[in-house]
């Protein structure tokens, strides 16, 4: 009895080591020098305890009365840890629900006129629109007439990493234009082609669901999701105007389709890791035209089915890419306002198509982000304009339960520093690589309140209240010349 005792120690023990020393290699692999120095510690001490453990299995300590009740008690102690971390907590029930949970009101459709990227990038002083909408919303001008003169949606792209960073910007721009010129209406609303045109294919909504969303990865989507789409998260009206379209300008946006193909595309780790700096500029963009290329191939092939389609993109929103992106089951809407999806966290841009072609839905998940973003609020703490709420709870903003980002100071602070900042995205837990013992921590965190609490806690001490950023790959490194120079200078 006391040898399988003492196995079940030692296998313990050696399987906890194991997962320690992954985590030191992991650290050293993310390049966090600070995690990697707390690693190694903690692996050390685990070491020391199995060490520890086979010199009292060698002079027959646990053969003793002592050693044997300090053996049963190491036991029931590590069981009873294993049991609270690993238990499968109630489910949310909100969450489970999709973004119609966090309806607790009248909810009013969103008018893309009045987003802070359409205010900006689309209205030209002294143009009939321009005059049209400050009239209505007086609340704007002064704020927007302030911000315009920093530049386009990225300010005066390279400010923050010195004069040196021409190449980065070059990059971002080339990816830019790639959702520009998919944003013509012939590529988002495409027709079939015209050997096809008039024909319909008949598919069954499982081989149709199972069609698209294959084609969808196989174009490059990490991650696809079905959903039937709550006009409440499409467009009450447009407000983006490109190729010179202005008649659209205010134009009511209809509820076409049924349906939504949401897709998510990963970002890299590596760039992520150097927000606020211009190398995860680079990887917005670079994302965004992913996003772009996938919707209009995607929208496309599904009018050559013989189906209506269009392609939300960059250049081309007709809806809230985040609530349809909870309502097809890619993950939960976080604190920081992303999207928060177990495989990759926030480090994601969505794009979707929306259409009529009859397609199987997919279920909500619940990831336990709601309840971790209560405890955790480090993308709170390390944001640099204090635009994402510290409150513990989620407050009522048109009709529903949610943390309001202030995206007035926000964009103000990417015209500031000249990138579109992603700090938040970087210092959230969950955005660390998906090594071994970050899926398994990520794997416990989804489980309950518990394992939330001691990660999160967890993760305070290994990376940092106000984790920094990391260094660049060698071609997009970066200069912080500047940094001294910008209003409300990154903290994290």
């Known amino acids: 009895m006391v040898s399988i005792l003492i196995f079940i120690a030692a296998l313990a023990l050696m399987v906890q080591a194991f997962i320690g020393l992954t985590f030191f290699i992991s650290c050293i692999w993310e390049k966090e020098k600070r995690a ?27 053969e003793t009365k002592l050693g044997l009740a300090l053996l049963i008690a190491g036991l029931i102690f590590g069981a009873l840890a294993a049991f609270l971390l690993i238990r499968k907590a109630t489910p949310n029930q909100r969450a489970l629900e999709a973004a119609r949970g966090l309806i607790v009101g009248k909810v009013k459709r969103h008018d893309e006129r009045e987003i802070v990227f359409a205010r900006n990038r689309s209205l030209r002083p002294d143009s009939e629109q321009y005059k049209l909408f400050y009239k209505e919303h007086p609340e704007y001008e002064e704020f927007d007439a ?61 081989e149709a669901t199972e069609r698209v969303k294959g084609y969808a990865r196989n174009l490059g989507a990490d991650l696809v999701g079905i959903t039937e789409i709550n006009p409440l998260w499409v467009y009450s009206h447009r407000g983006e105007i490109f190729h010179e379209n202005w008649k659209d300008w205010g134009k009511e946006i209809k509820v076409e389709h049924k349906y939504g193909v949401v897709f998510a595309m990963e970002m890299s780790f590596e760039m992520v890791g150097t927000a606020p ?26 009018a050559n089915l013989g189906y209506s389609s269009t392609a939300n993109h960059l250049r081309n929103y007709e809806a809230l890419m985040v609530p349809l992106a909870v309502d097809a089951g890619l993950g939960e809407l976080g604190r920081l306002g992303y ?69 007035e100071t926000c964009f103000e602070y990417w015209g500031n520093i000249g990138t579109d900042c992603n700090i938040c995205m970087r210092v959230c837990p969950w955005s660390h690589a998906r090594t071994f013992p970050h899926k398994l921590i990520l794997e416990l965190i989804t489980r309950n309140k518990i394992s939330r609490r001691l990660f999160s806690f967890m993760d305070d001490i290994f990376y940092g209240k106000r984790p920094k950023p990391r260094g660049a790959p060698k071609w ?15 903290r994290c």
Not at 288 to 301: D, E, N, P, V
Not at 373 to 399: F, M
């Open 36 to 62: 990697t120095v707390f690693a190694g510690l903690q692996f050390l001490g685990m070491l020391a305890l199995v060490v520890v453990f086979f010199f009292l299995r060698e002079i027959h300590f646990f």
């Open 146 to 206: 302030k911000r315009r003169k920093m530049g386009g949606p990225l300010g005066h792209p390279g400010t923050i990493d010195g004069p040196h960073q021409g190449s980065n910007v070059a990059a971002t721009l080339a990816s830019v234009s790639i959702p520009l010129h998919l944003s013509a209406p012939d590529k988002v609303k495409p027709q079939a082609y015209p050997e096809l045109r008039g024909k319909k294919i008949s598919l069954s909504p499982e």
């Open 277 to 302: 700096h211009t190398p995860t500029m680079i990887e917005s963009m670079n994302n965004y035209a992913k996003g772009a290329y996938i919707a209009t191939q995607l929208a496309s092939f599904i």
């Open 339 to 407: 999207l928060i999806t177990q495989d990759f966290g926030p480090r994601v841009r969505l794009g979707s198509v929306t259409t009529d072609l009859p397609l199987l839905p997919d279920k909500p998940v619940d990831i336990g982000v709601e309840d971790f973003c209560r405890i955790c609020k480090k993308c709170a703490v390390c944001c640099p304009s204090n635009s994402i709420p510290l409150e513990k709870d989620q407050t009522v903003v048109n009709g529903m339960l949610r943390w309001k980002l202030n995206a």
């Open 476 to 490: 997009a490194r970066f200069n912080t010349g500047n940094m001294d120079e910008i209003k409300n200078p990154a």
